[in-house]
Every structure is written in structure tokens, then in C-alpha cells.
């Protein structure tokens, strides 16, 4: 008997950094239709052998699927092989996937391109579902292309296996830690070890003119990319251009600035078999590069226009910084690379993901990620934020004690080592485990991808941290409330806020991040036809918001109001950053008086002394103003974090602010829920609107915004016009056009239509709902 296989799903395995050591390519999800690769017959083993060859000691089962209702075994021991074998209609290049777990190590995933081995991956010991991948198999057409699994010393379940065409394009050498490989160099330029961005090597160019470092690459199909680099240079003068058949698509002048910036030339169209020159060229003083980038465009390219101009530049800016930090499938690339070990620990194959954290480290991290889900959401990078959200909820296993880990590599399975030891020392943070849920709601409701309420792994991740992990951790105040423990970030913060002194048990940052999750996981329950513990969330979460405003803030004011609770029971107030400005932005302050004067008191400390000194804690400020109608205040920080972009980052490996990924994701979110106060619901095909313009902003308009499968136009003119415009897409939607305020007129183009009224954290909305089908616009007039 073969024993019951745990289904536990970890997440795809692959992606790409600036690879100090390896070739970074770049998908094309904008891609012209190409020749599909060769499909795989009965791909998920849900029609038993079929297509399939299987020697003694293999078969198919029905006990650990990880869709539908089969897989494929192997049982232990050597000498087992599932196999299928293929033939492409025509050549290529293709990467090979397939979702395996495994009791041992010792089994293999190969691919053999008549007879001959053209690529393979030894597993590991995983039992939870992992997707592995064979990357970058050239194939002729009438190839005889054979997909095989082996033995090992355990079982081995496959499911789900996969042909897909690989990465249009490659940089080789980025990082130039190869030296001039793949590079032509001038007289007057080379490279050097004496001033690396990372790694060990760079190029340089010597001041005048005239002098060129460049490489030649061939799409092999079409599609469109982001090209970044870090650049330090001495002097103003240099560029960084990149041409496609002599043609220049894009360039950079660049700056003096002796440190090093991380530069972008977005959106370069190319068609298969292209010459794409990637180009620096000289100034009036040396230039340093290093450390080369490239990054699929984003499939949403939302265009912002406004009477004011800062606003249409802060969002443009923004959304292609967000979009060069996006990572490429297929690409092998270092592991665990840190500022400690710049050339990091081992490789892997990356997958879909985006930084989201430190630049120099190799890894994204879930506080930092859960804030950017919205801004990727805009971006229409839905692909990176399931997968990673995947990640991190196969990481909150019950030898975790339901924590999801604090970062993970780009192959979004290993876990980066500066912040995990063992399964009893790794950073981990309280409102992560909750923010994660919340977050997972709201890419839900940007996509619309039932994947949110039907994938097993996310499903019981959003169960266990509502119930167990609230459960496991509530032991020095036991209220309901999750608690860290008061010893530091490896054994379990209850804050974000690492650098103070409280020792919390519970946080205002933890509490506000667990009413939020009780909320998105009644909205999720709802979703998914569970009425019952939809109700069950809506009501813990009400519970939950009573308690905070009854009983656990205290009875104080503005700096009186209580933040958080020691392990031995003190109660802390005054100012604590993020454990005070969360409060308000996850809305479990009830609305009035209290409130007001509590968002008064955070404006107060974070514009003086208070203030903290990293950019990516403040861009959490624009989102607690705009939660409650706080429209100046919101566009205030907005311009504050927008205007120090160039500033120098407390963190120096980190370069710019401009360079945290976090500030451009949120401005580009920030922009669209806030100032344009977007509220999505495509799984249900609804939205409401309502103005958030600050003063002396007479309009603002987004179009090319994708909800769902659709394209949408939206404009408000004040605080008293709003129009919509379902440009593109299969789907019509049921607008909710809201207006701050009571008014006694809402006409949508000109006819008057019946007015309602809602209040939503204490701001009284009046609104209309309209209906907008593919290709038609709806006007909205508030009287």
C-alpha cells in the first residue's frame, strides 16, 4: 500500500533577478498569436493511462490530486518511469512544467529530445506540490520529444504537466561578472572590479565622447519589454538607448550622480528576429553599469491625464518603475542573495513574481508584497500575484505555527536565508499572516480569478490564519486577539514597527490587520456560496471592531489612545508608527470625533519629529487619509513620497527611495482606489466610484484600466461629475457612481435617475447605480 500523499500546494517555481550570474529573459504577455507548442494528451491524468506509458510500480490514483479528480504515482524504489513522447509541428524553443511532490529525494524530471537529453531536474524530498520546470528545450518540427518521470528513493505524485513556449528574448551576461562575454566594448570603456553595483564585476566608459558598450539580441518571437540598469556616473552627457534595427525605441539621459540609480527604458515593441541594440554611451565624465534587467510589459497600461500635471507625471513615472521590477519566467538565477553574500547561494529557475523589498536582496516579502498587490493589480499583473500569494500560503504550515514566512526567492519556494534559520527562528510579523488574506481578497476582486476561492492551498491558508492561527497565538491576553511574543522579529513581532522598545503581545498594527482579514474572509466565504461562514466572519469581524473601540484603545484621544499591550499587560499610547497609523487605515476606529482627532495626531507626529526616516513606511499615509474622505492630507503625502524619489535611501545598497519598490506600486494604487476612488468587484462585474480630488484639482481620468476581462475609462470632473466608459472586454458592469455628500439629483446622461444614500467609514455617500455594457459610456451628474 502506498501511503496517503499530503496535498499541500506550494507554488510555481521560477523567475528572474539581475542575475549576477545568469541571463535574464523576458516574456511577451502582449505577444502576437505564435504556433502553440506541442500539446500534451491527457496532461492531468484525469482520463487514467491514456497517452501515457508506465512501467510496474507506476499507475494513476484518485488519493492526492492536485486538480481534478487524478495523478500519476511512482513508487519507490529505482527504476520506475512514466513517460509521453511528442511531436512539435514546428521548431522552437519551450520550457517544460509539471506539478510534482514527492516523499524522498531522488526521483527526476527529464526531457530528451531524440534520445538525447536536453534537460532535467532532480527532486527534492517536498511533499507539497511544487511546480518544477525543464527550461529552454529547442525542438524541430518531427522531433520525437519525450516528457519522463523516474524513481527515487520515495513516492513520487505528478499532476499537471505542461508545454510552454519559452522567453522571446536574453540578455546574456548582466551582471558582466563574466567580463566582456556577449559585450562589444570601444576603446576607452571595459570592465572592472573596483566599483560593482553587486556582484563582483561592472562596466565602465572613461569621460568624452565617442565611447560605447553594447549587445546585440534576437527575439525569437514578438512582444514587448522593459530594459533596466544600475548606473553611477561622474558626470552628465552619457545615455542608455536601446535601438531596434537601428531604430532608437527608447532612451535614458542620464544625470550626474555618482551613486548608483536604477534607470528604465520601457515598453520596447520587437517582432521575432528583430536586432535589438541594448547601448550605454558616453558623457563628460566616467559612467558605471551594471547589473541588467529585463522585464515583460505589463498586459495593462493605464494612461492617467488631469488639469493637474503633477498627478499625470507622479502616475506615469510610477507605473513603469512598477512594472521594471517585474520578474521573468524561466530564467535561472541565484538564490539568497543579500547584502552579506552578493553573488548569493545556489540557483534556480524564477517564476512569475515581482520585488517587492530590498533591491539587493533576492527575494520578495510579504509585508511589502501585501501592500503592493493593488498597484500590481492595476498593472494587470495578476499571474505574479497569485502565484506569490500561493507562495506564501504554502509556507504557513502548522510547523510554522500557521506564520507564512517572512520573504521568499524568486523561484517562490526557497526561502531566503538572512531571514529563515529553521521552522522555530524566522522573521515573522503578526499582521502579515492577516494582511496576506486581505490582499488575496483584493487581487480577487481586481481579476476576478475564481483560482481565489477554489484553490485548496489558499482556501486553507485563509481558514487557518482566521481561526487556528488566532487560536495558537492568544495566550498572554487571551481576547481573540493574535499575539507575538515580545522577544523580536525571529521568534514572532506583533508589530511591523521593529525599532521600538514596547515588547508587544498585541499591536494596533495586528488588531487592524486582523479585523481586515475577518472582513475579506466573510467577503471570500461569500464568494465561494458559504453564506453561513460569510455571516460567521461578518460577525467576528464586528465583534472584533466593538472590542477594539470599547475596550482595547482605551478611553484616550489623539495621543492618549492606546496602541498596543506589553506581554505583561501595559497598555502603551503616544506615537508608534506603524502600530498607530494602521489603527485608522484598516478602519476598525469607529468613524467620528475620536477618530478624526487620532488621524490629527498621526498627521501631526509623522510631519515632525515622528517622521520615519525609511520611504516605504510613509507610503502607507496616503491610504489611512484616503479611507476617510481625508483628500488634501492624502494627495500631501502622495507628493511627499513622490518628491523624494531621487532622495538617497537610509539603506545604502538600496539606492534611491525611487528605488524601493514599494513607493511605485503604491502611487500607482494610490492614484487609482484613492484619488479616483476605485472600489472593484469583478467577480461580480460591479465597481463603485466616488471623487477623492483634492482641492485645486479640477479633473482626473484613468483610461486603459483593466477590471476583470474588461477595459474601462473613468473621469471625474470635481467632486460632482464622474464618467465611465466600459471601452473593451466581454462583460457589462454595474456601476456604482457615489457622490460625497446628500444631494437631491443624480442624472446619468441627463436623465435623472433615483438617488440612494450609503455611509461608508463615517462619509455619507449619495449614488446611483448605472449600467454600462461593452463599448458604451454612462455620464453621472450630481445636483
Known amino acids: 500500500m502506498r501511503p496517503t500523499r499530503p496535498a499541500r500546494l506550494t507554488v510555481l517555481t521560477a523567475l528572474s533577478l539581475l542575475a549576477t550570474l545568469a541571463p535574464l529573459t523576458a516574456t511577451a504577455p502582449t505577444a502576437a498569436a505564435a504556433t502553440p507548442p506541442p500539446a500534451l494528451a491527457n496532461p492531468g491524468f484525469e482520463q487514467g ?122 540578455v546574456t551576461n548582466p551582471g558582466f561578472e563574466l567580463g566582456t562575454t556577449a559585450w562589444n566594448f570601444t576603446a576607452g570603456t571595459g570592465t572592472a572590479t573596483n566599483n560593482p553595483h553587486f556582484g563582483t564585476r561592472l562596466a565602465y566608459l572613461d569621460a568624452g565622447a565617442g565611447k560605447k558598450i553594447w549587445q546585440t539580441v534576437t527575439p525569437i518571437a514578438d512582444g514587448s519589454f522593459d530594459v533596466t540598469a544600475w548606473i553611477a556616473t561622474g558626470g552628465t552627457g552619457a545615455s542608455f538607448t536601446v535601438r531596434v534595427n537601428g531604430a532608437t525605441a527608447g532612451t535614458v539621459a542620464l544625470p550626474s550622480r555618482s551613486t548608483y540609480a536604477r534607470y528604465t527604458v520601457s515598453r520596447v515593441p520587437v517582432k521575432a528576429g528583430d536586432s535589438v541594440e541594448i547601448a550605454f554611451e558616453s558623457g563628460t565624465a566616467w559612467v558605471n553599469v551594471d547589473d541588467l534587467m529585463l522585464s515583460p510589459a505589463a498586459p495593462a497600461d493605464p494612461v492617467v491625464t488631469s488639469s493637474d500635471p503633477k498627478a499625470a ?28 553574500h552578493p553573488s548569493g547561494a545556489g540557483s534556480a529557475t524564477y517564476e512569475a513574481s515581482y520585488w517587492a523589498g530590498y533591491a539587493h536582496r533576492s527575494a520578495y516579502y510579504s509585508r511589502d508584497m501585501a501592500h503592493q498587490v493593488a498597484g500590481a493589480s492595476v498593472l494587470g499583473l495578476n499571474d505574479e500575484n497569485l502565484t506569490m500569494l500561493r507562495a506564501f500560503a504554502a509556507s504557513a504550515t502548522p510547523e510554522h505555527k500557521y506564520y507564512p514566512v517572512w520573504a521568499l526567492n524568486f523561484d517562490n519556494r526557497t526561502y531566503l536565508s538572512i531571514d529563515y534559520t529553521n521552522p522555530d527562528s524566522f522573521v515573522r510579523e503578526v499582521p502579515a499572516a492577516f494582511e496576506l488574506v486581505e490582499k488575496a481578497d483584493k487581487a480577487y476582486r481586481w481579476s476576478g480569478d475564481p483560482s481565489y476561492v477554489d484553490d485548496t492551498a489558499l482556501w486553507d491558508f485563509y481558514r487557518h490564519a482566521t481561526k487556528e492561527f488566532v487560536e495558537l497565538h492568544d495566550s498572554a491576553k487571551p481576547n481573540g486577539v493574535a499575539e507575538g511574543t515580545g522577544l523580536g522579529i525571529f521568534s514572532g513581532s506583533a508589530s511591523y514597527e521593529e525599532l521600538g522598545d514596547d515588547h508587544f503581545a498585541e499591536a494596533g498594527d495586528s488588531i487592524g490587520s486582523q479585523y481586515q482579514a475577518f472582513l475579506a474572509m466573510a467577503a471570500l466565504a461569500g464568494s465561494k456560496g458559504d453564506s453561513a461562514l460569510a455571516a460567521q466572519y461578518a460577525q467576528k469581524a ?5 472590542y477594539f473601540n470599547s475596550t482595547w484603545s482605551g478611553a484616550g484621544s489623539g495621543a492618549a489612545m492606546v496602541r498596543g499591550y506589553s506581554t505583561s499587560g501595559t497598555a502603551s499610547t503616544g506615537w508608534g508608527k506603524e502600530n498607530s497609523w494602521f489603527m485608522p487605515m484598516k478602519r476598525i476606529t469607529a468613524p467620528g470625533t475620536r477618530n478624526d482627532a487620532y488621524l490629527d495626531y498621526v498627521d501631526q507626529q509623522a510631519s515632525g519629529a515622528g517622521k520615519p526616516a525609511n520611504i516605504e513606511a510613509i507610503t502607507y499615509l496616503p491610504d489611512t487619509y484616503f479611507a476617510y474622505n481625508r483628500n488634501d492630507t492624502a494627495w500631501k503625502w502622495m507628493q511627499y513620497v513622490y518628491d523624494r524619489r531621487d532622495d538617497k535611501h537610509p539603506v545604502a545598497a538600496q539606492g534611491n527611495n525611487g528605488d524601493y519598490p514599494e513607493v511605485s506600486f503604491t502611487l500607482v494604487s494610490q492614484t487609482v482606489e484613492g484619488l479616483m476612488g476605485v472600489e472593484p468587484n469583478a467577480p461580480a462585474r460591479t465597481l463603485a466610484t466616488a471623487s477623492h480630488l483634492p482641492t485645486g484639482m479640477g479633473w482626473l481620468q484613468v483610461s486603459d484600466l483593466c477590471l476583470g476581462a474588461n ?36 442624472t446619468v446622461n441627463g436623465v435623472a435617475k433615483p438617488v440612494s444614500t450609503r455611509t461608508v467609514d463615517g462619509t455619507t455617500y449619495s449614488y446611483a447605480t448605472v449600467t454600462v455594457a461593452p463599448g458604451t459610456t454612462a455620464t453621472a451628474q450630481a445636483s
Not at 464586528?542 to 466593538?546: S, Y
Open 313 to 340: 507625471a507622479l502616475f506615469d513615472w510610477a507605473k513603469r518603475k512598477a512594472n521594471s521590477w517585474v520578474q521573468v519566467p524561466g530564467t535561472n538565477g541565484p538564490l539568497n542573495v543579500d547584502e552579506n
Open 49 to 170: 493511462a491514456t497517452a501515457w506509458n508506465f512501467t510496474a510500480g507506476t499507475g494513476t490514483a484518485t488519493n492526492n490530486p492536485r486538480t481534478g479528480a487524478r495523478l500519476a504515482y511512482l513508487d519507490a524504489g529505482t527504476g520506475k518511469k512514466i513517460w509521453q513522447t511528442v511531436t512539435p509541428s514546428t521548431a522552437g524553443t519551450l520550457d517544460f512544467t509539471a506539478w510534482i511532490a514527492t516523499g524522498g529525494a531522488g526521483g527526476s524530471f527529464t526531457v530528451r529530445v531524440n534520445g538525447a537529453t536536453a534537460g532535467t531536474v532532480a527532486l527534492p524530498g517536498n511533499a507539497a506540490y511544487t511546480r518544477y520546470t525543464v527550461p529552454r528545450v529547442a525542438v524541430k518540427a518531427g522531433d520525437s520529444v519525450e516528457v519522463a518521470f523516474g524513481s527515487g528513493t520515495a513516492w513520487v505524485n505528478v499532476d499537471d504537466v505542461a508545454a510552454h513556449r519559452s522567453a522571446p528574448l536574453t
Open 711 to 746: 477595459s474601462l475609462t473613468l473621469r471625474h470632473d470635481g467632486a460632482t461629475k464622474s464618467t465611465l466608459t466600459n471601452t473593451a472586454g466581454p462583460d457589462t458592469y454595474t456601476w456604482e457612481a457615489r457622490f460625497p455628500g446628500t444631494v437631491s439629483t443624480i
Open 542 to 546: 464586528a465583534d472584533l471592531k466593538g
